[in-house]
């Protein structure tokens, strides 16, 4: 199971775009990239996933490299309410069953 | 409402003494999974389910215990809990998507203290 490597914390101006990295290096070609967000102790809310495309939603951008060894995450005019832990993980095209979480990024986004 | 049901939302325990934490979901998922959170530790797997009656260890099993008889539920089981299992636990779910991909939708969450 491919696991992931984020910067600990990462501070961001509001309405600037945030930029979070991460080194996912051993990812095997059916594995997705995800993205989920926690904001204080809640259950994590599913952000964007990817598989070597780039993709975008309403929430985020998700930009893969052409390797697939490493992503970023971008929020585009962040604001006070993006301030979270930000997970980055790989998960098995439909048989991913064992998950490392790792611990995440916790973003400040500041006035 | 599609959702993952957690219960109860807070526990307070003694050592030694069995518990049961239960999960649900309504979204017909074959998918479940249980996670503990603790402080600088990030989110951990506990277990996982792939179908009913299919069950493996996630990371840190040590001390707890599932079950699967039904697609739904998915409790997760402490025949004896001490201390160090203090912590915030999420169970989550998905579909099981053959050649795709989807995310895992998770629960509130259950803060358990063992004294």
């Known amino acids: 199971d491919a696991k992931t490597t984020q910067p600990p914390s990462m501070d961001c101006a509001e309405g600037r775009a945030a930029n979070l990295p991460c080194n996912h290096s051993t990812i095997s070609g059916n594995e997705y990239v995800y993205w989920y967000r926690q904001i204080h102790s809640q259950g994590p809310q599913y952000i964007i996933h990817g598989l070597k495309n780039n993709e975008t939603n309403e929430m985020a951008s998700l930009i893969i490299t052409e390797d697939r060894k490493s992503s970023t995450l971008i929020l585009p005019h962040a604001t006070l309410r993006d301030t979270a832990v930000y997970y980055c993980i790989v998960r098995g095209g439909g048989q991913g069953g064992k998950l490392i979480f790792g611990q995440g990024t916790e973003l400040s986004v500041k006035p | 409402e599609a959702q993952v049901t957690q219960n109860p939302r807070y526990l307070i325990t003694v050592t030694g003494k069995k518990l049961t934490v239960t999960c649900s979901q309504n979204?017909?998922?074959?998918?479940m999974s249980w996670y503990r959170q603790d402080p600088g530790l990030g989110l951990r797997q506990i277990y996982y389910?792939?179908?009913?009656?299919?069950?493996d260890k996630g990371d840190v099993p040590e001390g707890y215990k599932v079950s699967r008889k039904e697609k739904r539920n998915f409790p997760l089981i402490l025949e004896s809990p001490s201390p160090n299992q203090t912590s915030l636990y999420f169970c989550?779910?998905?579909?099981?998507?053959?050649?795709?991909?989807?995310?895992?939708?998770f629960g509130n969450g259950t803060r358990l203290t063992v004294t």
């Open positions: 989550a779910s998905s579909p099981l998507l053959w050649g795709k991909s989807s995310p895992l939708h």
């Open positions: 389910s792939m179908n009913v009656e299919v069950t």
């Open positions: 979204m017909n998922h074959e998918y």
